[in-house]
């Protein structure tokens, strides 16, 4: 299935990174498998999560060139990261 979502003009504060992220329309493809009790917002913070980390991959890990390509201040990144318990490894 797939879901168009459009943002609206306005921010909000529980929004905002939702919002900075997702500045045109999107396509979403959420998976047949996922539950159909999974609520909206549970959806939209696994996307997130899922795009901080394709970030993070994509820019080797580096916070603040990840922060830039995502919108958000690093300070943002980081409370994100904490909030969805994404931690880099460690060599």
Same mark, same amino acid.
């Given at each position: 299935m797939f879901l168009k979502i459009v943002v609206s003009p306005y921010r909000c504060s529980s929004w905002s990174f939702f919002h900075s992220l997702l500045t045109q329309y999107l396509t979403v493809?959420?998976?047949d498998s996922d539950s159909p009790s999974t609520t909206l917002k549970d959806k939209v913070k696994n996307y997130e999560k899922e795009l901080i980390i394709n970030a993070l991959k994509r820019h080797n890990g580096h916070r603040e060139t990840t922060a830039n390509s995502l919108g958000?201040?690093?300070?943002?990144?980081? +409370?994100?990261?904490?909030? +969805?318990?994404?931690?880099?490894k460690k060599h």
């Open positions: 493809n959420f998976k958000v201040s690093k300070r943002t990144l980081l +409370y994100k990261m904490q909030e +969805y318990k994404i931690f880099e």
